[in-house]
């Protein structure tokens, strides 16, 4: 069969949950994409953060190519190098020494919290089931992270909603210790906030949080998703504070692009998930962890996360700049190379546009909450990048 592909065929054969760009990307380079037409644009997305060391990056299209010839998938009925590894390296990198893994953030949250309600469950009984999350708050897509998660948008409409959830609103401690009690399993938060428009948990709330966690007995989960694997300029963002997690769950930028997602946690919690009581049939994928091997290896290092730290500075310097000569900014909130940006008052409702048009312009960025412009460009991106594309960013937005 011989057919034209365009992105009308998207309307054709696709479910209709996204509304993609209106050109096909062909091919990327660095911190650029093409489509189509060979039209040209600098990323500042960098696939929703998953992308990490850019696109067509050589020496991982070389880790590809080399265990591809060696072993793409093999079940868990058995294990392989590249896996064991992986789990190594992460458990040396970090506060945890125990891993599993699986495909994606969405299945990483999953996990986590089937294990909390597991750890409860085995630990003290039926009625520990509580799970406290946050207003604004995005945990996957699947019917439990989703219900988890602080958005109703994308809960509602599906019948009746996994029980025993309770929404707060983020960075509230004081109705967060009025809420925690013996029947709370497991408290689930992002460091910062992703989808929910680039917010910060502030220190002394987590703090809070994780001292309340240890009275009550409920273990705290750290979705690090979008903020793990160097993006906050720490290999994960909770390490900018004095508190450590019970779980941490990545994936995004583990594998350089390759999907990937893994569950982070110590041998006193991971040993109530015994045996077949959860799974994954592609999670830990040879492939995918030769990948993350050498990603991992190379974010983790003092000199890469130094480098992301300049690259933050440059952000914001020139932001600040933009915002100055606008008039148009009411916010900056930069973390790593997570970066949230909001326009004033009389300019919020033209977020959409204003993205359109740098899109039309050579620039790609991303929408979060209802009136966030959000950065998340790759760890590795050139100076001369970033300055390119705030030119372009500073032309469209005093047209606004």
């Given amino acids: 069969m011989t057919y034209e592909i365009t992105r009308q065929t998207f309307d054709e054969v696709m479910m209709p ?27 500042f997305t960098a696939g ?14 070389k880790i590809i190519k080399k265990q591809s010839k ?8 058995f294990t392989n190098k590249q896996t064991l590894k992986l789990g190594k390296s992460l458990t040396m990198l970090t506060d945890f020494n125990k891993v599993f893994f699986v495909n994606s953030g969405t299945e990483a949250n999953e996990a986590a919290l089937k294990l909390a309600r597991r750890y409860a469950f085995d630990n003290f009984g039926k009625d520990k089931t509580e799970i406290i999350s946050f207003n604004k708050s995005f945990h996957g897509r699947t019917f439990f992270s989703v219900c988890v998660g602080g958005q109703s948008k994308y809960s509602d409409g599906f019948g009746p909603k996994v029980s025993c959830i309770t929404h707060l609103d983020f960075n509230d401690i004081k109705t967060f210790e009025k809420t925690i009690s013996n029947k709370t399993c497991a408290v689930i938060l992002e460091p910062i906030q992703g989808e929910g428009g680039i917010i910060k948990a502030h220190n002394s709330f987590l703090e809070k949080v994780r001292e309340l966690c240890n ?9 690090e998703v979008q903020t793990g694997i160097g ?25 350089g692009g390759l999907p990937i997602g893994a569950v982070l946690t ?17 999670g830990g994928s040879p492939l995918s962890c030769a990948v993350g091997n050498f990603v991992i290896n190379k974010v983790a290092k003092d000199d890469f996360l130094n480098k ?24 900056i909130r930069v973390y790593g190379l997570l970066i949230g940006i909001n326009l004033k008052e009389e300019y919020k409702d033209k977020v959409s546009l204003f993205v359109k048009k740098c899109a039309e312009n050579g620039l790609l960025l ?20 970033i300055i390119e594309g705030l030119n372009i960013f500073k032309e469209i937005l005093l047209e606004l």
């Fill in 17 to 43: 949950v996204y509304n993609p760009f209106d050109k096909l990307i062909i091919k990327g380079k660095g911190s650029y994409l093409y489509d189509s037409d060979n039209n040209m644009y600098v990323d």
């Fill in 48 to 61: 929703i953060a998953v992308n990490s060391l850019g696109h067509k990056n050589k020496k991982v299209i």
């Fill in 70 to 77: 060696k072993l793409i998938h093999v079940s868990n009925v």
């Fill in 215 to 223: 009275k009550y007995n409920a273990l705290l989960i750290c979705d």
């Fill in 231 to 255: 993006r906050t300029a720490k290999l994960f963002a909770y390490e900018h504070t004095n508190i450590v997690p019970d779980i941490v769950t990545l994936a995004k930028g583990l594998a």
């Fill in 266 to 282: 110590h041998d006193n919690i991971a040993k109530h998930f015994t045996l077949s009581s959860h799974g994954s049939t592609f």
């Fill in 308 to 331: 992301v730290k300049e690259r933050q500075d440059l952000f914001l310097d020139i932001l600040n700049s933009i915002a100055k000569e606008s008039n148009k900014i009411a916010d």
């Fill in 366 to 385: 991303l929408t979060a909450g209802n009136n966030t412009i959000r950065l998340t460009p790759s760890l590795n991106i050139k100076k001369k990048t």
